[in-house]
């Protein structure tokens, strides 16, 4: 058995023998931590945090690299790890290490100031990971990146829970989980490194946005890639607004797709139309919907695309029997709404009322309306707390049955 847990909760510690420190000479080239650096972009006066950072084997090597205008926060939440930590650092006398008491919901690293964070071997160990990933996103300076590596899973452990029971983790999950706190997933490496005669670990990398006109663009590109559409294909922008989506849909599609872009008011309509003669854009047709129906064509289109619309819908049975009309047999229909996250209990009048819909409600209601459920993304995308509470962006992914 390769390893034995020494510690429950968030950055737990796992007594792995090639990880011991004695072995970490030879630990450091099975583990490429060369590449990992090298991933996370990390040089002289850089500002690091190794996250669940345990005895140091991350830490001690960051320390040189960064050097004494960097600095490197050491971060676990074992008091006795901690301690080791220290200590080794004082031994190699590296004034640019600080040694961070975390929790298992905040790392507690300074807010807007971190170039990098690295996380190795300690998240598939963190029960609360989402509140752990938006409060690195924080920490993080605009295109600061995230690394996470971890132990991949053996072939039987299937979903999320089977993996963490044997402290494994796809992949896959990290980085949807991290794509769901605002990272761009710029590398995803199922099979990075291998531990001696035993299982791999893998490698995502993630980036901040630079700016807020990359995040946009970024959340535009999620969002029309759940439709699973091609070039050519037609779709639907149900509640359009000024084309907030619908644009990036009608680039997606090509000159031989098509978009139908609806809504029920005149004034969104006429925005939109002058958006589309700004881009140039002639693949679009706008349409001017009721409120119980979006006036598409029927048996039209491959994709439904619904925005953070669907939650007005007084008379969403009506909309959603007329939306299945519109699709193709296999037609794919995406609800994208929002709920805070302590008003789940509400009713379905009082959610609207504050303009959210929880995700269980929309999906009995695509369901009941003759939809498949494919997919539920819950979150979808990840809000960073504030003084309202939590909330979230959830996504539903619907197909009309193929006969």
């Not at 590296?94 to 975390?102: D, H, M, Q, S, T």
């Not at 971190?114 to 989402?130: C, G, K, Q, T, W």
């Not at 047709?285 to 819908?313: Q, S």
């Not at 939809?371 to 979808?380: A, S, Y």
Request: charged share 25%; with cysteine.
């Amino acid at each position: 058995m390769l390893c034995r847990l020494t510690r429950v909760g968030l950055l737990t510690v796992v007594a792995v023998a090639a990880q011991s420190i004695a072995s970490e000479p030879a630990r450091e080239r099975w583990q490429h931590v060369d590449e990992i650096f090298k991933a996370v972009g990390i040089g002289v006066g850089s500002s690091v945090a190794d996250v669940g950072a345990g005895d140091g084997f991350l830490t001690l090597r960051i320390a040189p690299i960064v050097g004494e205008n960097g600095h490197v926060f050491a971060v676990d939440i074992s008091d006795t790890k901690l301690q080791s930590l220290k200590q080794r650092v004082a031994d190699a006398h590296f004034a640019n290490v600080e040694i961070v008491k975390g929790d298992e919901a905040d790392p507690r690293l300074p807010a807007g100031q971190l170039d990098a964070v690295i996380i190795l071997n300690s998240y598939h160990e963190m029960p609360r990971f989402r509140e752990v990933l938006l409060r690195i996103r924080q920490s993080l300076k605009p295109g600061g990146r995230l690394v996470i590596a971890e132990p991949g899973p053996l072939p039987a452990e299937q979903t999320r829970a089977e993996q963490i029971a044997r402290h494994h983790i796809s992949s896959k999950f990290v980085a949807e989980e991290m794509a769901q706190a605002g990272f761009t997933i710029l590398e995803e490496r199922e099979r990075f490194a291998q531990i001696p005669e035993a299982n791999w670990y893998s490698l995502v990398v993630g980036q901040l946005p630079s700016s807020e006109e990359e995040r946009v663009a970024e959340m535009k590109s999620r969002v029309v890639a759940l439709l699973g559409l091609r070039s050519g294909d037609t779709a639907a922008d149900v509640g359009s607004g000024d084309g907030f989506y619908t644009i990036p849909l009608a680039r997606f599609l090509g000159p031989s797709g098509k978009v139908y872009a609806e809504d029920i008011s005149d004034e969104q309509l006429g925005k939109l139309k002058q958006h589309l003669g700004e881009e140039r854009l002639t693949n679009v047709e706008l349409i001017k919907g009721a409120a119980d129906d979006p006036k598409l064509p029927t048996g039209a289109v491959d994709g439904v695309l619904i925005v953070n619309a669907y939650h007005e819908m007084a008379a969403h049975e009506a909309m959603l029997n007329h939306v299945l009309s519109a699709l193709k047999p296999g037609g794919v229909l995406v609800v994208i709404d929002g709920i805070w996250n302590d008003h789940e209990s509400r009713s379905r009048e009082e959610q609207v009322k504050s303009h959210e819909l929880a995700p269980a409600l929309g999906r009995a209601e695509v369901q009941k309306a003759g939809f498949e459920i494919v997919d539920v993304r819950d979150p979808f995308i990840e809000r960073a707390p504030d003084r309202d509470g939590k909330s979230r962006w959830w996504a539903i992914i619907a197909r009309k049955p193929a006969r």
